[in-house]
Structure formats: structure tokens, C-alpha cells
């Protein structure tokens, strides 16, 4: 039954000046605003039905996606044009009636979650010590640090970490597709004291077997390979599986094709009996992946043992139905919809260029 049609299209250049702080600055992108090109499907319903989606970028290009979105084209900043799903009645039924022991333990415990919050690349040695203090004291028992810019940095920094937290707590390392295959392993074979759990993005996402060589070097030193958030399509990840080239799969909620395209990646990881331990931070990444983990757990893969979530504790003031974190773990949401939907005042206020933040940010850059 139709219950409306499209009556209006909006996209909008939305821009958040992380960079001022170092938040998300990794060895690829060393001083990223993260944005995002907002798009508001509205129909002509009586209900006022609307959907909402994000394409996310770091800053530069979001005026692509923008135009291209407007034109109702793809987007192509590396980020397809995801998460666009209807939000309200048409967005189901939120998981209130429990049926079955995998819901109860959602509802009561929630979904494993790791913490990158702390240890961004840009930020100074205090920073670090004080956001993972900070870390330990809100109970998070798992912590991923940046790596790949300059080794002796990476050694400093994950001395720091590794000494705060203590050898009973995972510690995972991320190093955004900065080395070379060889590279990947010389380096990684230093830091392998750290005992770190994985090395997430080594090399190029599309060199497979690259991943596959630096998979079979790494794991007799007990360091797994995950990877998979530049994944475009489930292609990609079947041939990641079949070359056994990582042993956590990260899928990315706006990047991967939809999600039915997502719900073939967890069936095939199923199959291989391969983690998923999805990728999330940016603008809403954990508000759209929490959907997928929980779906994952109760009707796919119906265990937690290796598997989480990651979280970055950075704007989720800005969404309607934010994301809720307890004890280190998403609780499910239990509002209708994808959870995409962000604050009208947000948008207004971060709108590039001509919002009230750009507006004050960009004539202070020209004085």
C-alpha cells in the first residue's frame, strides 16, 4: 500500500570543524573536518514521512557529493550515497518484544564496543593520558590507537597506552592504508610487543592479496588483520575471505552498498567464521551501525565471542536519536527508523558556508 510519494528532495553541505581539535587525525588524514552531505526525502503523506541519509566525507569534496546527491547521482568521495532510509512508522517497529535469549541479552547487556576516542594521531602525549584515564575510568577495556606516521612516534605512543592499561586489556592498531606490503610487516614486526589484538587497514583496501601476505606474516605473531571500511561491495569481501587475507571484517555502514549489500557481507562471514567487528566514528556511523551489529548477533552469527563495535565519542549531540553507550557497549535503540535523522538546529548552525559556525571560522581564516 502507498501511503505517499516524494514531494521534496533537500542536500545540504554539513561541516563540523574537528580538525581544531585533532579528533579523527590518523596517518592518512592529518587534519580532518568531518561532514557530511545531508540528504531529507519528504513526501506528501498524512503523517509527514519523511527519510533521512548521510553521504560521509572528511571536508574537502562534500560540495561534490552535494551537487551530484541534488541531481540524484551517487556520490563518489570514496562514500556512496547510503544510509537513506525512511525514518518514523515507516522506519518498523523498535525491538520492545523479546522472544528469544540473544534479544534478552541485548536488552540487558548490550553489544561489545571498543573505544578509538582517545588515541587520534594529532593529539599530544597529555591528551592521550588524559582521554585514555578517562577511558579506563568509564569502564572501556578496549582501545585502538592510531599508528603509521613515523615509527619511533608509534612505539612512544603505544608505550603510553599499553603502560596505562595494562597487559589484561586489548589494544588493537590502526594504520588507514599508509604502508606498502613489505612496510606493513617490517613495521608491524616492532610493534608487535605491544601485543596488539589486530593492525586494521596495513595497506591499499583494494590490494587483496597484499592483505593475504601481510595476514600470513603477521598471525604467528599473534597479530590478525582486519579491515574492510573502504569495502565498495560483497565482492571484495569474498575474495578477502577466500585468500584468508584478514581475520576481523569491517563493514562500514555508509560506505558498503546499501544494506542489503551488508546483510550478504555478515551471511558470507558466517560462513567463513570470520568476526565482524564493524568500523563507526565520523558523522553517524554508529548511530546507522548499531542496527547491524544487533541484527548480526540475534539472527546471523548468534555470537559475541571476538567481535565489536568501534566508537568515537564525537557528535552524536548533533542526532536526533543519538547513539547510547553503557558499560562499554551500544545498547539497542529502541526508537523506529536507521537513526540518521540529525537536529535541524545542527544542521542550520554547521551548514558550509554560510551556517553560523563556518560563517564565524571562515572570516577569522581571512583576518
Known amino acids: 500500500m502507498v501511503r505517499g510519494r516524494i514531494s521534496r528532495l533537500s542536500v545540504r553541505d554539513v561541516r563540523f570543524p574537528t580538525s581544531l581539535g585533532g579528533h579523527g587525525s590518523d596517518a592518512m588524514h592529518t587534519d580532518p573536518d568531518y ?14 514521512i519523511k527519510g533521512c541519509g548521510i553521504t560521509f566525507t572528511l571536508g574537502k569534496g562534500t560540495e561534490v557529493d552535494w551537487s551530484r546527491e ?3 547521482a551517487p556520490g ?7 544510509g537513506v532510509g525512511l525514518v518514523g512508522q515507516a522506519g518498523g517497529k523498535a525491538c520492545l518484544e523479546v522472544t528469544c535469549g540473544h534479544e534478552k541479552q541485548m536488552l540487558a547487556q548490550g553489544y561489545p564496543a571498543y573505544t578509538t576516542s582517545c588515541a587520534w594521531l594529532g593529539y599530544s602525549d597529555d591528551t592521550l593520558k588524559q582521554l585514555c584515564a578517562q577511558a579506563l575510568k568509564d569502564g572501556w577495556t578496549r582501545f585502538k590507537v592510531k599508528v603509521g606516521a613515523d615509527l619511533q612516534d608509534d612505539v ?4 603510553i597506552i599499553r603502560d596505562m592499561i595494562g597487559l589484561e586489556k586489548t589494544l588493537m592498531m590502526d594504520a588507514n592504508q599508509r604502508w606498502d606490503v613489505p612496510e606493513a610487516v617490517e613495521w608491524m614486526s616492532k610493534l608487535a610487543k605491544f601485543k596488539p589484538l589486530w593492525i586494521e587497514e596495513p595497506t591499499s583496501p583494494d590490494d587483496i592479496l597484499g592483505h593475504a601476505t601481510i595476514s600470513k606474516a603477521l598471525v604467528p605473531l599473534g597479530i ?11 565482492v571484495i569481501f ?15 555502514s555508509c560506505r558498503l552498498g546499501s544494506v542489503n549489500e551488508n546483510l550478504s557481507v555478515l551471511l558470507m562471514a558466517k560462513k567463513f567464521e570470520i568476526p565482524v567487528c564493524p568500523h563507526a566514528g565520523g558523522v553517524g556511523l ?23 563495535c ?41 551548514q558550509y558556508p554560510d551556517g553560523e559556525v563556518w560563517k564565524k571560522l571562515l572570516a577569522a581564516q581571512e583576518n
Open 76 to 82: 563518489d568521495s570514496g562514500r556512496p550515497k547510503r
Open 286 to 308: 554508529c548511530e546507522l551501525v548499531q542496527h547491524l551489529i544487533i541484527f548480526d548477533y540475534i539472527s546471523v552469527s548468534a555470537s559475541l565471542e571476538n567481535r565489536m
Open 70 to 72: 541534488g541531481r540524484g
Open 224 to 234: 590478525g588483520i582486519a579491515t574492510g571500511e573502504q569495502c565498495h561491495n560483497r
Open 156 to 159: 612512544r605512543r603505544c608505550q
Open 310 to 350: 568501534e566508537y568515537v565519542d564525537h557528535l552524536h549531540e548533533h542526532f536526533k536519536y543519538p547513539v547510547m553507550i553503557q558499560r562499554a557497549s551500544y545498547m539497542p535503540p529502541k526508537d523506529p527508523g536507521y537513526s540518521t535523522e540529525m537536529k535541524e538546529e545542527s544542521v542550520k548552525k554547521h
Open 35 to 48: 561532514s557530511a552531505a545531508y540528504v531529507v526525502i519528504e513526501t506528501d503523506a498524512e503523517d509527514g
Open 238 to 252: 569474498k575474495q578477502l575471505l577466500q585468500a584468508k587475507a584478514l581475520q576481523f571484517l569491517q563493514i562500514d
